[in-house]
Nanobody, 119 residues
Framework: QVRLVESGGGSVHAGGSLTLSCKATGGTFRSMCMGWFRQAPGKEREVVAE???????KYPDSVKGRFTISKDNFVNILSLQMNSLEPEDTAVYYCAARVPCWSTQYNSWGQGTQVTVSS
């Protein structure tokens, strides 16, 4: 059973930066495909970054160039570096994993961490 615990959320002004972390326990971390998602009030959950088991990242246009996802297989931590934050980035951010990697859906989720960006 994979357990994911996020940390690092908080409040910043527009233009600021935050780094989110997700500690994984259980499972084989290096073989997991993982992602960061967010959900703002009244909106559907959306993906903000994904990384495969080889470390290849993928981003939607809305965050490309501002967000960086990384995976440390030695300490089992998934990170999301967020720069140039905008009020539109305000949401609850979730860490997720696909175990095994070839699963079609993310099947392990963290509890979420709040990110608030003020103008």
């Amino acid at each position: 059973q994979v357990r994911l615990v996020e940390s690092g959320g908080g409040s910043v002004h527009a233009g600021g930066s935050l780094t989110l972390s997700c500690k994984a326990t259980g499972g084989t971390f290096r073989s997991m495909c993982m992602g960061w998602f967010r959900q703002a009030p009244g909106k559907e959950r959306e993906v903000v970054a994904e990384i495969d088991s080889f470390g290849a990242p993928k981003y939607p246009d809305s965050v490309k160039g501002r967000f960086t996802i990384s995976k440390d297989n030695f300490v089992n931590i998934l990170s999301l570096q967020m720069n140039s934050l905008e009020p539109e980035d305000t949401a609850v951010y979730y860490c997720a994993a696909r175990v095994p990697c070839w699963s079609t859906q993310y099947n392990s989720w963290g509890q979420g961490t709040q990110v608030t960006v003020s103008s």
